[in-house]
């Protein structure tokens, strides 16, 4: 009986969290859409559906999605035929950088493109240059084309990793056997490698897809409201217009379709993991001069792609509008006059940002940890229903989420909205998805005969979770804290909503000085994105690093 | 690790004491607030006390703030909220009465709130600016009326911005309704559509407008929409000759007020009147015109030599009804949105 109690006493506490932070504020959504509470009813939907303009969102939302998904996959495609194929340097580190698209904030990526390909960027200015022109020949800033390329930067590690790893695991006869048939060239792609990876290319499609999908500090950054998606809209609609009842209708729209997203991604997730084959490495060394060349290729459209960036930044925050190199951008956080546009110094911002990304990770980690060594331990209905419960969150954006607790959490019993500790209670349900995929399949792979053959010879529940799960699972602990902390770090979309100007956070920080133009903030948000990078490739580097073997393919 | 317990705990301790400090006044206002140092620090030594500014952004975002805050308050008073914007604040409820005794001086006209719950500070006219030189180059004539603007002669040419983020962009709007009006067959929206296929460029906020587009600050765009009170900064210190000039001819600009009020929940609610009569005050009147680009509403403040000389107050700015902007303000953005934007 207590063994009972304590069993479902605990699980009471990440359920009661949910319950209040993450159901509540959605339901207060849909009242507030439907117009449960007051007389509008569907009028909202109607106008979604009706006006050109918000038409034009959802569609271009769709869009851009689209694209970015054709691109990523098209770029990840023959990078993997080489990936497979050839045996390289850097090939492990490269597939690794996956990870890096899951702890690289929004803010940043998007001002190192601007500093890269923007019209004044590094890649103008030199070919300029070269060129003798005084019209810069990329133009890319305030284009769609620029949201695309980001996306593309954001993506592609993961689709590459998600196609090379399947691809390891389909047994090479077949295309032996159809080589020695006479198939070669293009038919080789279209009738034997593309229908053999299907699976992994639907798979990788929707991901990024949903991923592109919800894209929000990219495209709100590059874009402006000009390029709205759905998720812009919804900030735009209810911070901005003050438009409450039209951003509950948009969040609505966009519940739905990442829930069917999600859906979809769910089952073919399942066709994925039944469709392994027997494997064998088929990669080897390049010898020929066309094998070197497109090794050679990929490794460079790599650096461009994902280093180039990031060190774009770095040169340029020591070095931006300044002669030669210099640290005043970085000396200039640590000051604030009162003319400043920021409320306190930067520098408090990056305080502020780590004591919320502590309380983040513990947050997170233990109510993650106790959902899912509930949901590994106990099997059965109530652990499936407590699965799915814990992984809802995952189908909502960070910003339906911070709109939300601008809703729910207003009037009495819970009057929170001012409250502080709403930014790390969003950060959490934010990382929460990230912490429950990284533990769960971690406690899933530990051998159940080492805990069986425990349970035979006396030890109890906690005696097992004690000595022998937790000293298996400890790094993935470790991995999902990272994950969280770094998650709260660079939390973007859900802050905007909860976040107050007088505790600001580093993103925000860094938002608000890239807003006007004004060298010296521009030159203090750059030397803000290089801190805020370090920390976390910081995180990244200490992620690969604890990962267990094996399960460089999860996430 | 005892290392980093260290540094966390200094780092806590620092987020601690930022949140309580002895007596301190917090003022909200908008990005473009400025005034003298000398003359807030005067203000920090009469009253002893410590004057924080917060800046939220531009005036719209300003008051959204300020209005879902309005159970735990940003701060004590809040500076900046204009005609256009006003009825968001005051619906809310979110400022506690006071009548300045300093509004003896202030012209009966400014003060739209007759309850009293916000007290006028400054004006400003929205105007179009243009880069002299530009036009003289080009051999153009200025645009004599809202309606030439969307002429061939004027393609490409004009930066604006949008009304629901930006207040002076709001402005502009409000003065092409007054203009244009909102039924019959040609109507605001109408014109819009037609600036827009014109090639005239919407911006979020007048800094990026201004700043990030003007010809005279090295932008491509030779029109902007800015202040009446905007030519006297661009005055060269050599030459004593304005690079730029506002149009002012009748039905093209706009007025906005800009009010101060005293935030419900605040603790100091003296030290906030206090304030309320020192931004009335000779010292800051006669300082806001080259600190905030607009005029003082006080009367009888001598203007600044460079202000009395470039800026210039509109003869007949468009007119729109305060309690019809109260009304309609936010279907007309909404209709705004839907039609223009994208």
């Given amino acids: 009986m207590r063994a009972l109690a304590l069993r479902y006493g605990l699980l009471l506490i990440p359920l009661l969290f949910l319950a209040l932070f993450f159901f509540y504020p959605l339901l207060r959504i849909f009242d507030y859409s439907f117009g449960l509470s007051q007389s509008s009813g569907f009028e909202e939907f109607l106008r979604v559906a009706t006006t050109p303009y918000y038409r034009g969102t959802v569609l271009f939302t769709v869009f851009q999605a689209t694209l970015s998904t054709l691109l990523t996959l098209g770029l990840a495609l023959p990078c993997a035929y080489v990936f497979v194929r050839y045996d390289f340097w850097g090939k492990r580190l490269l597939l690794a950088s996956a990870t890096l698209s899951f702890v690289l904030p929004t803010v940043v990526v998007a001002i190192a493109f601007t500093l890269l390909l923007g019209r004044q960027g590094v890649l103008n200015q030199a070919l300029m240059g070269l060129l003798r022109s005084t019209a810069p020949p990329i133009q890319l800033e305030r284009t769609l084309g620029m949201i695309l390329v980001v996306h593309v930067f954001y993506n592609f590690a993961i689709a590459l990793r998600v196609i090379v790893s399947y691809w390891l695991n389909v047994s090479p006869h077949l295309e032996e056997a159809a080589r020695l048939l006479g198939v070669s060239g293009w038919r080789l792609w279209w009738q034997v490698r593309l229908p053999l990876l299907r699976p992994a290319l639907v798979s990788a499609g929707l991901l990024v897809f949903t991923f592109t999908f919800t894209s929000f500090g990219v495209v709100l950054i590059l874009g402006g409201v000009r390029f709205a998606t759905l998720e812009v809209q919804i900030y735009y609609q209810a911070l901005t217009v003050f438009d409450l009842p039209m951003a509950s209708a948009l969040a609505v729209v966009q519940l739905a379709m990442i829930g069917a997203l999600t859906a979809v991604y769910t089952r073919t997730q399942r066709r994925l993991a039944l469709d392994w084959r027997a494997a064998r490495d088929v990669a080897r060394v390049p010898h020929t001069w066309g094998a070197k060349l497109a090794v050679a290729s990929v490794l460079l459209l790599v650096v461009l792609l994902l280093f180039m960036p990031l060190f774009v930044l770095v040169w340029q925050s020591l070095t931006w509008r300044q002669d030669g190199i210099s640290l005043s951008y970085y000396a200039g956080l640590l000051v604030n006059e009162r003319r400043s546009l920021l409320f306190v110094p930067p520098v408090v911002a990056i305080g502020n940002s780590f004591v919320f990304a502590l309380l983040t990770t513990g947050l997170s980690v233990s109510l993650g940890g106790i959902l899912a060594y509930w949901v590994y331990a106990f099997s059965g209905r109530a652990a499936r229903l407590v699965e799915f419960l814990a992984i809802l969150p995952l189908a909502v954006s960070a910003v339906v989420l911070g709109f939300g607790f601008l809703l729910g959490l207003d009037t009495p019993p819970l009057a929170l909205r001012t409250w502080w500790g709403l930014v790390p209670i969003a950060h959490t349900l934010v990382a929460l998805p990230l912490v429950l995929r990284v533990l769960l399949p971690a406690l899933r792979r530990l051998p159940p005969s080492w805990v069986v053959a425990a349970r035979l010879l006396g030890a109890g529940r906690w005696r097992v979770l004690w000595t022998i799960e937790l000293p298996l699972i400890w790094r993935s602990v470790l991995v999902s804290a990272v994950f969280a902390f770094t998650t709260s770090m660079g939390e973007f979309g859900a802050s905007l909503f909860v976040v107050r100007p007088d505790t600001p956070t580093l993103p925000l920080v860094i938002y608000r000085l890239i807003s006007q133009p004004n060298p010296q903030y521009y030159g203090q948000a750059l030397a803000m994105s290089v801190i805020l990078l370090v920390i976390c490739a910081l995180a990244f580097i200490t992620i690969e690093r604890l990962r267990p073997v094996g399960s460089a393919s999860e996430l | ?342």
């Fill in chain 2, 1 to 342: 690790m005892k290392r980093i317990m260290t540094v966390l705990l200094v780092l806590l301790w620092g987020f601690a004491a930022q949140a309580q400090q002895p007596t301190t006044l917090t003022l909200v206002t908008h990005d473009s607030f400025n005034l003298s140092e000398d003359v807030l620090a005067a203000f920090e030594r009469e009253h002893n006390v410590k004057l924080n500014i917060l800046r939220a952004g531009d005036t719209g975002r300003m008051v959204t703030q300020a209005v879902l805050t309005k159970n735990n308050p940003l701060g004590d008073v809040l500076f900046g909220v204009d005609n256009t914007f006003l009825s968001r604040a005051l619906d809310a409820d979110i400022f506690l009465p006071y009548a300045s005794p300093e509004l003896a001086f202030v012209d009966e006209a400014f003060v739209l709130d007759k309850a009293q719950r916000v007290t006028p500070i400054d004006y400003g006219d929205v105007c179009l600016n243009y880069d002299i030189a530009y036009f003289e180059e080009a051999g153009l004539v200025l645009p004599t009326s809202l309606a030439d603007l969307i002429l061939p002669d004027y393609r490409g040419l004009l930066v604006a911005m949008n009304p629901a983020t930006s207040s002076p962009g709001l402005a502009f709007m409000l003065a092409t309704v007054g203009v244009f009006g909102t039924e019959g067959d040609y109507t605001y929206l109408d014109f819009w559509r037609d600036l827009l296929a014109n090639d005239a460029l919407i911006v979020d906020d007048w800094e990026t407008a201004y700043f990030g587009n003007f010809t005279a600050v090295g932008g491509t765009y030779p029109l902007v929409v800015s202040y009446a009170s905007s030519p006297p900064f661009t005055v060269d210190e050599t030459t004593g000759v304005a690079s730029t000039a506002s149009i002012t001819a009748p039905g093209t600009c706009f007025r906005q007020i800009e009010f101060a009020g005293i935030l419900r929940g605040t603790a100091h609610e003296a030290l906030a009147q206090a304030f309320i009569d020192f931004l009335l005050s000779e010292e800051v009147q006669a300082d806001v015109p080259l600190q905030m680009y607009v005029f003082p509403v006080r009367e009888g403040v001598t203007l600044p030599p460079l202000f009395a000389e470039f800026a210039v107050v509109a003869e007949e700015p468009a007119q729109v009804d305060y309690a019809e902007i109260e009304a309609q303000r936010d279907v007309w953005i909404r209709a705004w949105l839907e039609a223009v934007a994208r």
